[in-house]
């Protein structure tokens, strides 16, 4: 039961009050009136009133200074005025004086009433709470050692404790209201120049700060410096919104900067500076435990870039290490501040994500981090393009620890290069068995050389005009002992990650020479042979030395050697790629894009590649016929793009009459497919040049 205390000499207002406070439902007060203030004051020094409703107008006193007199006896009391609502004057100073509300004499016996009371007096009892809560942090924060600083939104000081002001040189009074970097300046003393400040460094990330660095020097108000360390974080309200920051630091010596350094470094990347495996597997512990008591999900990202090494090989590791820190803080602008980011080494990086209900939170990620990986990066000069293959896992189905976990994203990785990379893959059970399949791959795969398991077979190119063969493509089979013939879309990936992909390109540069000098020593000559060239071979530093060398070692012609090379590969790193096709040229090869129209180069960096052939996708060509809206467009475009850049074009994939008769028409020179030959042994390829191609497949 709430007392409320009337003090009044009006007997019809007070009688009003006492009828419609103990006739509503809700709320049971006990009323108790007085006609004079000093009775009033005498009431309230007995103790026990939730509230005072009091006339300004007073046998004893009147106006503002009865509210004076009731706040000095009962400040942590609501006192409410009762008067009329046409006195503005008296209501602006009413609230100086700290009133909150006020009753219009005019509706003392509204059924409102009881309601904005007891209102009125909750909200001060929460009012009081808050300020013991508030004085009693306050206590305690003035008796720790750590300097403590809170701000609001706007970084503006709202609280520094004892030690703060020790530390900085300000008075809490002084720093009332001034902006945190006024208060605390930190400079590196070795550049001398300002650090970003914990609270603009906390706002623009979203995540928490630990700054411990011997170089970091807190600037006093009186000029002094002294070596801190610092950690700050946002506070958000009951709705996760941010209410402003808490900053804690205190001053260190230089041993407790070395240890704190050697602790660090022992957690995290010197490259990057991001949580390394150990501190990796713990965070993913605590997470886990965080996930159990919640009944929530946990996703774990694993990120392989592709084709990194090829970046090291040709540009050095300077360029690659900034590349890996370019990509690093890619990765932690593109999550949430509760997300960890680690790196494993190498170019494999770890993301925890901390999900809320569903695995689909996990997706998001991963599709924000390919968009945001594949924008170009600036490096020493050089554009560089590079994406990544991400595995994702999920607790507690794919591991209920941090090793299962792990393992698990790292397959599902593998899977997603396999699906052509730049993709992301979640893991499956099955996935299990295609990895034990990919490890015996490629431990066969380390002596298929050495046991000449290798063979090539070859596919005629045709001049679409007359019909005669006008070369071959050399293409990889793998001739296994128990399997049989393999397709290299079984084994080549998986070469290519391996690096085995380095010496079986050499084997068949080489063979693919061999073969065609061989048919030119017997009469069948051929205007070229072709060869696929993989982005791990492109990008070697002695590549384009390897093909000179071949060419001198077989005696052929290196007019007659093509080397096909995808638009995706030119494209990783188009500087690099120009000088590699440039000293190719001069070797006096040709120069082929293949699959063109799937990758993104403009004709002006076709001008700049030099190219010989454009090499239109299987794809495109077997759209021709359809009725899906394109029926060749593309394959037109490219045919108009070759005769414009003065470039011959090759349409490969061709299968069906219609397909050949499209291409006629738009005046293509050469093509490529099942509709002239499957690939075939030398044995058969020299057999169909001594016979040309048969009536059916015939040009006409």
């Known amino acids: 039961m709430n007392t409320i205390l009337i003090i009044t000499d009006n007997d019809t207002d007070a009688k009003l009050l006492h009828d419609v406070l103990t006739q509503a439902n809700e709320d049971t007060f006990n009323i108790e009136w007085v006609k004079h203030l000093s009775s009033g004051l005498e009431r309230l020094r007995a103790g026990a009133v939730d509230a005072i409703l009091v006339d300004l107008s007073l046998p004893d006193s009147q106006g503002i200074a009865t509210l004076d007199k009731l706040f ?3 400040s942590q009391i609501p006192i409410i005025p009762l008067c009329t609502t046409n006195n503005k004057m008296l209501t602006a100073e009413m609230m100086q004086r700290g009133v909150q509300a006020y009753l219009s004499k ?5 059924n409102l009433v009881p309601q904005s009371l007891r209102n009125i007096i909750l909200r001060k009892a929460a009012e009081a709470l808050l300020y013991i809560e508030k004085r009693r942090t ?12 809170y701000t609001d939104v706007a970084g503006k000081v709202s609280f520094m404790n004892a030690a703060a002001e020790g530390l900085t040189g300000w008075s809490r009074n002084e720093a009332q209201g001034h902006h945190i970097n006024e208060i605390m300046r930190l400079i590196d003393d070795e550049t001398r120049q300002l650090v970003d400040n914990p609270v603009e460094w906390i706002v623009r990330r979203g995540k928490s700060l630990t700054l411990t660095d011997a170089n970091t020097h807190l600037i006093r108000r009186d000029g002094r410096k002294a070596v801190v360390g610092v950690s700050a974080a946002l506070v958000h309200d009951n709705a996760g919104r941010s209410i402003g920051s808490v900053v804690v630091f205190h001053g260190i010596t230089a041993i407790q900067v070395m240890a704190a350094k050697m602790a660090y470094l022992a957690q995290h990347d010197t490259l990057t500076n991001l949580p390394n495996r150990m501190l990796l597997n713990d965070r993913i512990t605590q997470a886990i435990a965080m996930a159990k008591r919640r009944g929530t999900h946990l996703a774990l990202l694993f990120l392989d870039l592709d084709n990194f090494k090829h970046i090291n090989d040709t540009l050095g590791h300077g360029v690659g290490d900034k590349l890996l820190q370019s990509i690093a803080k890619r990765l932690c602008d593109s999550v949430r501040g509760s997300d960890t980011v680690s790196r494993l080494g190498g170019d494999e990086f770890v993301i925890v994500v901390m999900q809320d209900k569903h695995a689909q939170d996990a997706a998001l990620t991963a599709e924000k981090l390919l968009t945001a990986l594949a924008a170009p990066h600036l490096i020493a000069g050089h554009t560089l393009h590079v994406t990544t293959s991400i595995g994702i896992s999920i607790f507690p189905t794919d591991g209920e620890d941090a090793e299962a976990l792990i393992k698990s994203a790292d397959i599902a990785m593998y899977h997603a290069k396999e699906k052509g990379r730049n993709n992301y893959q ?6 299990n068995t295609r990895t034990a399949e990919r490890l015996a791959i490629e431990g066969y795969l380390r002596d298929a050389l050495e046991r000449n398991e290798f ?3 070859y596919q005629p190119k045709v001049n679409l005009e007359t019909g005669m063969i006008t070369g071959a493509e050399a293409l990889l089979r793998w001739l296994h002992p128990e399997w049989g013939l393999v397709m290299p879309e079984r084994f080549v990936q998986i070469a290519e990650d391996s690096g085995l992909i380095i010496p079986i390109g050499r084997w068949v540069l080489r063979e693919a020479c061999m073969q ?3 048919w030119e020593e017997t009469g069948l000559r051929l205007d070229s042979i072709a060869v696929n060239i993989s982005a791990v071979e492109f990008r070697l530093k002695d590549f384009a030395n390897s093909v000179y060398t071949i060419l001198n070692e077989t005696g052929l012609n290196p007019q007659r050697l093509q080397l096909e090379i995808t638009e995706s590969i030119l494209m990783r790193d188009v500087e690099s790629s120009i000088t590699i096709l440039h000293q190719l040229k001069t070797i006096g090869v040709k120069l082929v894009i293949d699959d063109f129209g799937t990758g993104c180069s403009s004709v002006n960096y076709l001008h700049q590649f030099s190219i010989d052939t454009l090499k239109i996708a299987p794809a495109f060509v077997q759209e ?10 593309i394959v037109s475009a490219v045919i108009a793009m070759g005769a414009s850049l003065k470039q011959h074009v090759t349409a490969e994939g061709v299968e069906k009459w219609e397909q050949l008769a ?7 020179e050469e093509g490529q497919g099942y509709f002239f030959s499957r690939p075939i042994v030398a044995e058969q390829f020299a057999q169909l040049l001594v016979t040309g191609l048969s009536d059916r497949n015939r040009v006409s």
Do not use: P
């Not at 306050?138 to 600083?149: G, H, P, R």
């Not at 979640?426 to 996935?431: G, N, R, S």
């Not at 499209?662 to 293509?668: E, I």
């Open 72 to 74: 000095a006896v009962s």
């Open 138 to 149: 306050e206590i305690t924060l003035s008796f720790i050692s750590d300097a403590v600083i």
């Open 516 to 518: 065609a000098k061989r």
């Open 426 to 431: 979640f893991f499956k059970d099955e996935m």
């Open 662 to 668: 499209f291409l006629k028409v738009q005046h293509c």
């Open 455 to 457: 063979i090539l077979h």
């Open 624 to 633: 021709i016929g359809h009725d899906n809206g394109n029926n060749g467009v």
């Open 106 to 110: 005019e509706h003392l016996d509204s």
